[in-house]
């Protein structure tokens, strides 16, 4: 087990990668815990959580709206949860960004503790104290910033996820090595057989590393004033594609990431070596690398999620793999990429 401390402005929070299942049960063994998890993690995981009521939500991403946040907090009302209780969110993002939304306000604030139980979650949604639910279509609308008290990340966990799941959690562990860590990048590119098939042992140096990456941005900006920006490498793009074509997050985030690494390009910053390991990394994960989407409809899709009319929009490019630099893009330059990526 790896454990390290992260200090945050909104609290401070213990990660602990590699860590197990077992660990959780010694953190809530002398106090009132509950547990919110959802029906599948319940059914595949269940049996090893610690002995504590749980409150049980639908899984998908259509739960996580206050709706389900009110009939969680009646749940508690009636286990009469108190300021001195633990809550643990166990699951995947949706879990954890709605247990840490309900922890934060519920009675004010009670302490709580995440076990992410998807790859996603591990290195990325429950990393970072971002709380909150989705209002009428807008992501994430609703929220706090709020650090849980500790993180597990168990890989053992990761063994039943279906590979699509894993796939798009690669892509962000991929994203946090191109923004933040070189040698995260080149680990993922030698071992991408090996993280498909959720080798333990592979799986925990990336978790580690990715973690690890997402720690320091946080760290030097946990209210998102400008540096924690660059996490959305490849989002820009990505969101878009998302609304436009429907395309999964994972999937849309791959294809984000070339875009944006051959924005970079064009701009002279990165090299085409660069732009070519990158494409080659992600299509050895099984990730998408290209799109024939319509520039326009993507171009205003970008302006409508960053609420902006403006002509240009602010894309974060890569001067090489493991440094990131935000610059403003226009219009004829995304769609001369778009159009070399059909
Ligand atoms: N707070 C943040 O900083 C942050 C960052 C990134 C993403 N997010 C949020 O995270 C969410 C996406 O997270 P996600 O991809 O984990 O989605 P998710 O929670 O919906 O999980 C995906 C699916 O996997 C299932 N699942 C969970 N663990 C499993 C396991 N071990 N084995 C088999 N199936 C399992 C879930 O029941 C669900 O059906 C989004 O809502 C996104 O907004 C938040």
Redesign the pocket.
Known sequence: VRSFTMEGITGSSQIMTGGSLANLHELCEWRGTVIIS????LK??GAKLPPAPIVSIR???AS?DLNTVFKIYKQLVELEVGRDWLIIGA???????IA?FVASTFLRGIEFGFL??????QV?????????V?LDGY??LV?TFNQPSFVICDPT??????QD?LM??LA?ALKAGAIGDALLFEIIEDKSPALLSCDVQAMNEVIERAVAVKVDVVVKDEREAGLRRILNFGHTFGHALEKVDKVP??AAISVGMVVAAKLSQKRGMLSKEDVTRLESALSNLGLPTKTDTDAGAAMDAIRKDKKRAGKNIAFVLLEEIGKPKVEMISFEELSEVMRDMR
């Open positions: 959802d029906e599948n993690v595949l995981h899984a998908g991403e996580k699951g995947g993002g949706v879990v954890t960004d840490g992410p139980t998807t790859l996603i979650a990325d949604a429950a990393i970072g104290g971002k709380n909150g989705n992501k994430n929220g966990l990761l063994s039943t996820l279906p799941e798009w959690g962000e997050h994972g």
